[in-house]
């Protein structure tokens, strides 16, 4: 006890501005804690919630993004699938109508030669272009 004594009076230790110090120093904590740090501490805590909320929303949106994506595919695909179906109808169409009409030409060609309102080097000469033009199926399919 001495020796803590010795060290007081040394530093020079004035017990009654001590006390003064640390119950103002209390006292300035207290307040900073009640009016500076606590709202700080609850400002805080709001700015954690939006952006968790902010985070929660962002998820939601993109998992609705990567869903309305895959339908979007989707669609697309049968859409194509489709179009590629009218494609094809429209081809397959096409070549029964090519035909007919060629068949139909050959026929109204046949009937012409052999009813000989057309001379044979016509009749030749034009089946021959018409062959290059209509192509190979003209000849088998007019019976020539």
Request: charged content about 15%; proline content about 1%.
């Amino acid at each position: 006890m001495v020796q803590a004594q010795g060290i007081v009076t040394t530093f020079g230790v004035d017990w009654s501005h001590l006390l003064a110090q640390i119950a103002s120093f209390c006292i300035v904590c207290f307040i900073l804690y009640r009016f500076a740090y606590r709202p700080v501490l609850k400002m805080l805590e709001v700015r954690r919630q939006q952006i968790a909320l902010g985070q929660a929303k962002a998820e939601r949106i993109e998992a609705e993004l990567a869903r309305i994506e895959a339908q979007r595919q989707e669609v697309l695909a049968q859409a194509n699938a489709q179009a590629n179906t009218f494609i094809e109808e429209a081809r397959a169409a096409a070549a029964r109508v090519r035909t007919q009409e060629t068949q139909k030409a050959a026929s109204v060609w046949c009937t012409a030669c052999s009813m000989r309102t057309v001379s044979g080097a016509w009749c030749n000469a034009l089946s021959l272009a018409v062959t290059v033009i209509i192509g190979p199926s003209f000849r088998t399919s007019s019976g020539w």
